[in-house]
């Protein structure tokens, strides 16, 4: 375990205190939970600068990082569709975007390519970090506008890797 898989790991981790202080409607509890979601989508930030800089990118690292990314979208988008923030059917959206990218990502691993994150999956991932952080403080309208920007933002992205890989789902395993 080296630093950027501690890191990586500590975002799951954050998802606990995040869903516990999520878990209630009251503004104070609700902007500890926005605290450890900012510092938890920190450290998504620090593991893989700190992994490629060090030169520690490992098969570990790799597997744990998307994985504690989708963890913790889920920890936020989850709860604030129960507190009535987020409806539903964009919910569904967005969790449908990542299950599809994920997939297509397995989909190339198993064919020896490696998918890195694109600047519109970038992008994406810095909106929906500012949109449900607004949306936990109950910044309702920028919550909303950010998340909605995301949101079309992801789709884009989601076309971008589908395009660019469309060729993965001729060829055999």
């Known amino acids: 375990m080296n630093l950027p898989n501690i890191l990586t790991v500590s975002r799951?981790?954050?998802?606990?205190?995040?869903?516990?202080?999520?878990?209630?409607?009251?503004?104070?509890?609700?902007?500890?939970?926005?605290?450890?979601f900012f510092v938890a989508s920190f450290t998504d930030l620090?593991?893989?600068?700190?992994?490629?800089?060090?030169?520690?990118?490992?098969?570990l690292g790799k597997l744990l990082d998307p994985l504690a990314d989708k963890?913790?979208?889920?920890?936020?988008?989850?709860?604030?569709?129960a507190l009535g923030r987020i409806p539903s059917w964009l919910a569904v959206v967005i969790l449908a975007r990542e299950f599809a990218v994920t997939g297509l990502r397995g989909m190339a691993a198993?064919?020896?390519?490696?998918?890195?994150?694109?600047?519109?999956?970038?992008?994406?991932?810095?909106?929906?970090?500012?949109?449900?952080?607004?949306?936990?403080?109950?910044?309702q309208v920028l919550g909303m506008l950010l998340l909605l920007v995301g949101?079309?933002?992801a789709l884009y992205s989601a076309y971008e890797y589908f395009a660019e890989h469309k060729d993965i789902f001729a060829r055999e395993v």
């Not at 620090?46 to 098969?59: K, N």
């Not at 963890?71 to 569709?81: D, E, F, G, M, T």
């Open 151 to 153: 949101v079309i933002v």
């Open 46 to 59: 620090a593991d893989g600068f700190i992994a490629r800089s060090r030169g520690e990118v490992t098969a």
């Open 110 to 139: 198993l064919r020896g390519i490696s998918m890195g994150a694109g600047g519109m999956g970038k992008a994406k991932t810095f909106l929906y970090t500012l949109a449900l952080f607004c949306l936990m403080v109950h910044l």
């Open 71 to 81: 963890i913790l979208l889920l920890s936020a988008v989850i709860p604030l569709v």
């Open 12 to 36: 799951i981790v954050f998802v606990i205190p995040i869903l516990l202080c999520l878990s209630s409607p009251a503004l104070g509890w609700n902007i500890l939970g926005a605290f450890f």
